[in-house]
């Protein structure tokens, strides 16, 4: 692991204004050679956009994964799209989740082909093998919602449906993982304050998650939430 979280602030400065100037962190330049890595992989346009030019300076094949915002919404920023241009001649791969995605990778100045390839991120549920989660008499059973606190990610739709669940089983508890600048309306639903259990922080969703038995993920639109997708691969839930 490779960080500047840590470091003495003038070491934490001196990088910063070489990335200034040169569009890289020294620092990253010795974990390149440490490691003899072989490809410099961007998870997010955003990194992408930080790190096409350490690539190209390490002579090194560059491959980014789009996830959504970062390719949309940077499309709306003049300094973000001109960045993308140029890293979109430079790079050699790019990942997307979908065919809507990859056109809009396309319009926004990819060369169409192969340099764009979708690679779905869902699960194969016919692969899964089906197991019967039963509690026992009137335990406790615990969901767990996560995600910021903003519209998109339907919090709000979460919680409603969540109430209609705990008016026919009471036994049901909620544990809400949230940050972000709606936790008050989010916060304002009386009815429910006897079955949300605990908020708390992201850093600490895998603590939160040992003692729920099911992620709830109400997103607005379609979304790969990475934290319940990963937790649920590790615990099958």
């Not at 910063?16 to 390149?32: D, V």
């Not at 009137?138 to 739709?157: D, F, P, S, T």
Request: aromatic share 8%; proline share 6%.
């Amino acid at each position: 692991m490779h960080s500047l979280y840590g470091r003495p602030w003038w070491k934490v400065l001196h990088q910063k204004l070489h990335r200034r100037r040169h569009g890289y962190y020294p620092f990253q330049l010795q974990a390149i050679e440490e490691s003899e890595a072989k490809v410099v992989h961007s998870h997010g346009g955003n990194s992408g956009r930080r790190n096409f030019r350490l690539a190209r300076r390490m002579g090194l094949p560059h491959c980014v994964s789009f996830y959504g915002a970062d390719i949309w919404k940077g499309a709306l920023n003049p300094e973000c799209l001109a960045d993308y241009r140029e890293m979109f001649q430079t790079s050699a791969l790019f990942l997307v989740e979908g065919a809507a995605m990859r056109d809009k990778v396309v319009s926004l100045g990819c060369p169409p082909g192969k340099k764009v390839q979708i690679q779905h991120l869902g699960i194969r549920p016919e692969q899964i093998v089906f197991r019967n989660r039963v509690v026992e008499g009137e335990a406790e059973i615990h969901v767990l919602m996560a995600g910021r606190a903003i519209e998109k990610k339907g919090h709000l739709c979460g919680l409603q449906a969540f109430h209609r669940v705990a008016s026919r089983h009471p036994q049901a508890r909620l544990t809400i993982m949230t940050w972000g600048d709606k936790v008050d309306r989010v916060d304002r639903i009386d009815r429910l304050k006897d079955y949300v259990v605990e908020w708390g922080p992201w850093r600490i969703g895998s603590k939160l998650s040992d003692n729920c038995h099911t992620p709830k993920v109400p997103p607005v639109h379609a979304a790969m939430p990475s934290l319940p997708e990963s937790q649920c691969a590790c615990r099958q839930w």
